[in-house]
């Protein structure tokens, strides 16, 4: 069964406490990316990667480090949380198909985390 | 800078009546994806709208895809309690290198069906 896997689901952590949130996939694909969700804004992407060993960052990556080492994982590193960081994470696994202009991707969600920063 | 807007973002409804989801975005982009999310769940990937006019339906749920006006439109018809959830509506922003993969959310439609 094709599954985009995240651990733990739920987490409560103190700030400061480095922590890693783990991200597989099954699925072979290249694209990975991870979002948070809070209330009223949406889902906004933290970074994403394109290939093993190439990341870059999304639209909020302050705070946030990842890691692509191997095609099927990409795990969310909180070096220094913060309660600012309280949020549900979503990691998400893309299928594209297609060259160009034509090409075409469906993203995948992995079932969350919610993550508590006291 | 790519935006995505939905409306409304709060949506109660009664049963067995009609309503429509609007979603506007900002930059030229010619796919567009619907998202279901139930309380405390994950996205579920609803329409994945390629083409200008492109028109899918799935039970009582009809998306449709205007890339000249950059709006697509999530109907619902004879709407039941098995709908309520947030609706999301997300576009395909390109990256560098020309590939594409990131995804720009609007802020949801929290829908919610009373009998």
Redesign the interface.
């Known amino acids: 069964e094709a599954q985009v896997t995240q651990n733990p689901r739920y987490l409560i952590t103190v700030t400061g406490k480095k922590l890693t949130v783990t991200c597989s996939q099954n699925m072979n694909h290249e694209y990975m990316s991870w979002y948070r969700q809070d209330p009223g804004l949406g889902l906004r992407q933290i970074y994403y990667s394109m290939n093993v060993e190439v990341t870059d960052k999304g639209d909020v990556p302050e705070g946030y480090k990842v890691s692509r080492k191997e095609k099927r994982n990409f795990p969310l590193i909180l070096e220094s949380p913060s309660p600012n960081q309280t949020s549900l994470y979503f990691c998400a696994s893309t299928s594209r198909w297609g060259r160009g202009l034509r090409m075409n991707t469906e993203a995948f969600f992995g079932q969350g985390t919610r993550l508590t920063v006291v | 800078e790519l935006k995505v807007e939905q409306n409304p973002l709060f949506l109660s409804m009664q049963e067995g009546k009609n309503y429509t989801i609007y979603c506007n975005y900002s930059t030229t982009s010619d796919?567009l994806?619907w998202y279901r999310q139930d309380p405390g769940?994950?996205?579920e990937?609803l329409f994945?709208l390629?083409s200008n006019g492109a028109v899918k339906q799935e039970g009582r749920l009809m998306a449709s895809l205007d890339t000249k006006a950059r709006l697509s439109t999530l109907h619902i018809t004879a709407a039941v309690h098995d709908l309520s959830a947030t609706y999301?509506c997300?576009v395909?922003r390109p990256?560098?290198?020309?590939?594409?993969?990131?995804?720009?959310?609007?802020?949801?439609t929290k829908l919610s069906v009373k009998p």
């Open positions: 796919r994806y769940k994950s996205l990937s994945v390629l999301f997300a395909v990256v560098r290198g020309g590939s594409q993969g990131n995804l720009i959310f609007g802020k949801g």
